[in-house]
C-alpha cells in the first residue's frame, strides 16, 4: 500500500508536453483526497482548465476520477486502479465509453508516459509524453 501511496504522490507536480500551445496536467496533495489536480490547454501563453481530475483513496482502494466539462452530462467518471508496478500506474473502467484506460508510465522522475486507450477501438487511442516543469507556467 506504501509504494503505491508514493509512487502516487510522484505525480505532484506540473506536467506538460512541450512549452508552448500544448497539453499541462498539474496534481497536488489535497486533504483527504489524496491528490487533486487539472488537465490544461496551454494557448498563447495561458492555461485553459479542461478537465478536473483526482485520485482517491477509499479503504485501500485507489481510484482515478476525471470530471471533463461538456461531457458525461457532467458527471465524473472513476477509473479504479487496476494494476501497478514500481513505474506504472493503470486505472481501468470497462464500463466507460471512452477511454477505458489511463495508465501513467514514469520514465524517470521527471518523465512521465500516459497512455489513453479504449479496449475496442484502438484508433482513439493517444500518448502524453509530459516532462516536469520547475516553476509554475502561465
Known amino acids: 500500500m506504501d509504494e503505491i ?10 506536467w506538460a508536453t512541450r512549452l508552448s500551445d500544448g497539453y499541462v496536467e498539474k496534481w497536488e496533495t489535497s486533504g483527504d483526497t489524496l491528490l487533486q489536480g487539472g488537465g490544461y490547454l496551454q494557448i498563447d501563453n495561458s492555461l485553459r482548465q479542461t478537465e478536473s481530475l483526482a485520485i482517491v ?21 472513476e477509473f479504479p486502479l487496476a494494476m501497478h508496478t514500481d513505474s506504472s500506474l493503470v486505472f481501468i473502467n470497462r464500463k466507460h ?8 508510465h514514469f520514465i524517470d522522475d521527471s518523465t512521465l ?26
Open 113 to 138: 508516459r500516459v497512455e489513453v486507450k479504449s479496449l475496442t477501438d484502438p484508433v482513439r487511442d493517444f500518448v502524453l509524453n509530459l516532462k516536469k516543469q520547475s516553476g509554475d507556467l502561465p
Open 57 to 77: 483513496n477509499t479503504d485501500g482502494n485507489f481510484s482515478y476520477l476525471a470530471t471533463v466539462a461538456g461531457q458525461n452530462e457532467g458527471r465524473t467518471i
Open 5 to 14: 501511496h508514493n509512487r502516487l504522490l510522484g505525480l505532484q507536480g506540473t
Open 97 to 104: 465509453d471512452f477511454p477505458n484506460v489511463i495508465a501513467y
